[in-house]
Structure formats: structure tokens, C-alpha cells
């Protein structure tokens, strides 16, 4: 577990994840051998806890996400929260996370209710200066 904390702190001290770090981090995802929810963990709190990531960590990170959501074929309510936090951890909607989402929906067998609200929220939300309600 240290190595991994060691790794985050590496990775995001600056903020971003550049396209030089998405090797260490592949290196990271594949050195068990398998793709497990801890890859996805770690790689979603990576993703809410950058200010700005490359266009080489999504090449990385929207496959791992796909293939660990629709292991059977289903988007159930443990992935739902992993949808949640890519989503909305970082403060915007990006357009390529919307695509992921499309595409989880066309190859998905099976959603639920709660992924269609979740879609169609994510579809009609700005960019930026969206809110989850408070104050």
C-alpha cells in the first residue's frame, strides 16, 4: 500500500498527469496480471484528483474502466459509483467522459434505471459551473 501512496504523490504533484507518467501507471495496472477494482480505484481517484490530465492517460484509463464495468455485461450499482465519482470528483463534465458513456450504454446488455438518470444528467451537464445542489 505504501508504494501505491508513493506512487499517487509522485504522480500528482504538480496536479496533472502528463503524457510521461501514463507509462508508470500502465505499469502499475498490469504488474498483477490482472485488472481488479483496485486498478479502477486508484485510477478514478487519480483522474478526480488531477486539474488536468493528458489525452493519453483517457487512452489508458476509458479501456480499463469498460472492461472492468462490463466484466458481466451490466452496469450495476458498484460501477454506478465509480461513474459517479469519474464524473463528478473533478469539478466538469469532460466531453470524452460523455463518449465513454455513450459508449458504455450501446455495449452494455443490461442497464439500469439509475444509469439512464445518470446518463441523461451527464449528457445535458455543462461543461463547468455545474452543481449538485447545497448551500
Request: proline residues 2%; negative net charge.
Amino acid at each position: 500500500m505504501g508504494r501505491l501512496h508513493e506512487l499517487r504523490s509522485q504522480l500528482l504533484r504538480d496536479r496533472r498527469i502528463t503524457s510521461d507518467e501514463v507509462g508508470l501507471i500502465r505499469d502499475y495496472i498490469i504488474e498483477d496480471g490482472k485488472l481488479d477494482l483496485d486498478d479502477v480505484k486508484f485510477l478514478v481517484e487519480l483522474l478526480g484528483d488531477a486539474q488536468e490530465v493528458c489525452s493519453e492517460f483517457d487512452e489508458l484509463f476509458f479501456p480499463v474502466l469498460k472492461e472492468a464495468i462490463l466484466a458481466d455485461e451490466k452496469i450495476g450499482q458498484d460501477e454506478m459509483f465509480y461513474l459517479l465519482k469519474m464524473l463528478y470528483s473533478d469539478g466538469h463534465v469532460r466531453d470524452s467522459e460523455k463518449q465513454f458513456l455513450c459508449e458504455l450504454r450501446d455495449e452494455a446488455v443490461e442497464v439500469t434505471p439509475q444509469f439512464e438518470s445518470l446518463f441523461e444528467t451527464a449528457m445535458q451537464s455543462p461543461v463547468k459551473n455545474w452543481s449538485v445542489g447545497g448551500r
